[in-house]
């Protein structure tokens, strides 16, 4: 299976603006913006791909990233290649004074991949905690909320399953058009 780890944000917001990017800073960015291989060297890859050692590489990802024109870099999971066909949104409305620490309970179980607090929309969304739950089927998914909400004591919190109905695109930030507007790579 062919996979790559998606990372990079590139934040224009950071402490410098991406104009002041060099040929070698475009250069990497064009090199890790579709993801980092799954290799032992992801970065030696890289570099060997834009012409760079692997120092080299390391180098200018750690100085854009002190710079603040790279932000964060992350995993994105496509479950779905791994055979999870089966997702679910739980939404929970948790008790203002409970949710930080049923929160905590909740992220701790490797299934919930996702685990974030949001303010309520009164009257009409009174949801405040949101859990993403994959699984191979509907049953899997549910077998594993119950197990959540046994472990986690949530028998008297309210809550509700959102399965989605269709899979959308997922992908990291794409820089190159922004690059190009700024003078190419």
């Not at 008790?95 to 701790?108: I, K, R, T």
């Not at 949530?154 to 399965?163: A, K, T, W």
Request: charged share 25%; glycine share 10%; hydrophobic share 35%.
């Amino acid at each position: 299976m062919d996979m790559k780890v998606k990372a990079t944000h590139l934040d224009s917001g950071g402490q410098e603006k991406p104009g002041n990017l060099s040929d070698a800073d475009r250069k990497v960015i064009a090199g890790i913006q579709c993801g980092l291989p799954l290799v032992s060297r992801p970065y030696a890859e890289i570099g060997q791909a834009i012409g760079m050692t692997e120092s080299e590489v390391i180098e200018r990802v750690s100085s854009l990233r002190e710079r603040g024109l790279i932000k964060r870099m992350g995993v994105i999971v496509r479950h779905h290649e791994l055979g999870y066909r089966t997702n679910a949104m739980v939404v929970w409305d948790i008790p203002d004074q409970q949710v930080s620490d049923l929160g905590q309970c909740m992220g701790c179980f490797e299934f919930v991949t996702l685990c974030y607090r949001r303010p309520r929309c009164l009257p009409d969304w009174p949801y405040n905690l949101f859990t993403m739950i994959h699984g191979h089927n509907r049953d899997e998914v549910m077998d594993k909320l119950h197990f959540l909400i046994h472990r986690c004591q949530l028998q008297d919190i309210p809550h509700d399953v959102l399965f989605s109905g269709r899979r959308f695109k997922q992908r990291g930030a794409v820089y190159q058009p922004v690059l190009e507007k700024l003078g190419g790579l």
